[in-house]
C-alpha cells in the first residue's frame, strides 16, 4: 500500500530542466537572449543611484538572471553524465563569449 502511494505521487516530482534533450540551437537561443538583455541594460542611464534601483532596471536584472539560468539549463542537457566541471565551466563561457 505504501509503495502504491508512492507511485501515485510520481506525477507531482517537479520537473526538470536540465534534464532536456541537447539541443545546441536552444543554448544558442538561450545565450542570444542573454546577450539582448545585456545590450538593454547597458543602453540605460542612471545617475547617482544611492542605493535605490529604477523599476525597469530591476525589471531587466530579473529577466537576465533567468535567462542566464535558462542558458545554463541548456548547456546541463548537453552535458555527459560524468562531465568535468571545468569542462563545463569552459563550454558555458564559450556559448557566453566570456574570458
Not at 53 to 64: F, N, S, W, Y
Not at 67 to 72: D, G, K, M, N, Q
Not at 79 to 94: C, N, R, Y
Request: hydrophobic share 45%; net charge positive; glycine share 2%.
Amino acid at each position: 500500500m505504501r509503495r502504491l502511494m508512492w507511485v501515485m505521487l510520481l506525477p507531482l516530482v517537479p520537473y526538470c530542466p536540465a534534464q532536456n534533450v541537447c539541443n545546441p540551437s536552444i543554448t544558442s537561443q538561450a545565450a542570444a537572449r542573454v546577450f539582448a538583455l545585456q545590450n538593454e541594460l547597458w543602453q540605460i542611464k542612471v545617475e547617482n543611484l544611492q542605493g535605490y534601483v529604477p523599476p525597469e532596471v530591476a525589471d531587466k536584472i530579473t529577466r537576465l538572471k533567468d535567462a542566464l539560468s535558462r542558458t545554463s539549463d541548456a548547456a546541463l542537457s548537453c552535458a555527459k553524465p560524468s562531465v568535468d566541471p571545468v569542462g563545463l565551466q569552459k563550454s558555458f563561457a564559450h556559448v557566453l563569449r566570456a574570458s
